[in-house]
C-alpha cells in the first residue's frame, strides 16, 4: 500500500478527536520518499526570542516501502504526538522524552503500536522495501487535450526533452521519477513516443509519481 494526503487528511482529524480532544494545530501534509526517516514534523518559529511561538507545521510520511495502513498510521501517529508536545509548548526530557512516551502509552493502551524510532532502523520488521526499478516518466498533454505517458531512457532524455519543447502540438509536459508497476510493459524509448491514457489515469499516477521538472 501507499499513502496519499487525502488519506493523511482524514486519518489525521480522526485522530485528533479521538486522541488529542480535537486540539492540534492541522499541519500542511506531505508525501516524501525517504529512506531512512519513515515519518518528519517540521516548523517555523515565529515572533521574537522570548515571545517567539511555533507555527507553519508540516507532516511528512514517507512512501519509499510498501507497508500496510496500520503501519502508516502508526506513523502519523508518532508525528502527531510530536505535534502535541511542539503545539502545546511542553518542556520534555529529549525529542522522545518523558512528556512523549506519556502521550504514546496512553495511545498505545488504545491497541496501536508506536515507537519512539521514526527512523528505518526501527522498523524493517514492520514494511518491506520496494526493489522495483526507477523509471523516468514522461507526462504529455496535447493541445487536443490527449494524455501520454512514456518511459524514457536516461541516457535519452535531453534529447526528448528538446524534441518535445520544439512539438506545436504539447500544450504542457513533466518529467517524473517512479517505480509503478504501472509502467512494467511500457517500452523504454529514446524518442518522443507515448501511450495515450485516459485523463483520470493521467491525474492519478502523476499526482503519485515524483516530479522532476515541468514546462
Excluded at 70 to 77: E, G, T
Excluded at 136 to 154: D, P
Excluded at 179 to 198: E, H, L, Q, S
Aim: aromatic share 12%.
Amino acid at each position: 500500500m501507499q499513502v496519499d494526503i487525502r488519506q493523511l487528511e482524514e486519518w489525521f482529524a480522526s485522530f485528533n478527536e479521538a486522541y488529542f480532544g480535537g486540539g492540534l494545530p492541522v499541519p500542511k501534509f506531505a508525501v516524501g520518499r525517504s529512506r531512512t526517516r519513515l515519518g518528519t514534523l517540521s516548523w517555523k518559529w515565529q515572533g521574537r526570542l522570548f515571545t517567539r511561538r511555533p507555527c507553519g507545521y508540516v507532516l511528512r510520511v514517507s512512501n519509499y516501502y510498501d507497508a500496510d495502513e496500520r503501519h502508516f498510521k502508526n506513523v502519523l501517529l508518532h508525528e502527531m504526538i510530536h505535534l502535541y508536545v511542539v503545539s502545546e509548548e511542553l518542556i520534555d526530557t529529549s525529542p522522545h522524552g518523558v512528556e512523549f512516551r506519556k502521550k504514546m502509552s496512553e495511545i498505545n493502551a488504545e491497541g496501536w503500536n508506536v515507537t519512539v524510532s521514526a527512523k528505518m532502523s526501527g522498523a524493517e520488521k514492520a514494511v518491506r522495501e520496494r526493489k522495483r526499478r526507477q523509471r523516468v516518466v514522461l507526462a504529455v498533454v496535447m493541445s487536443s487535450g490527449k494524455c501520454l505517458l512514456s518511459v524514457v531512457g536516461r541516457r535519452y532524455v535531453g534529447a526528448v526533452n528538446r524534441a518535445v519543447g520544439r512539438s506545436s502540438g504539447v500544450k504542457s509536459y513533466s518529467w517524473y521519477l517512479s517505480d509503478d508497476d504501472y509502467f512494467a510493459d511500457f517500452p523504454v524509448v529514446r524518442t518522443p513516443r507515448g501511450r495515450v491514457v485516459k485523463r483520470e489515469t493521467y491525474d492519478r499516477l502523476t499526482a503519485s509519481m515524483s516530479l522532476l521538472g515541468e514546462r
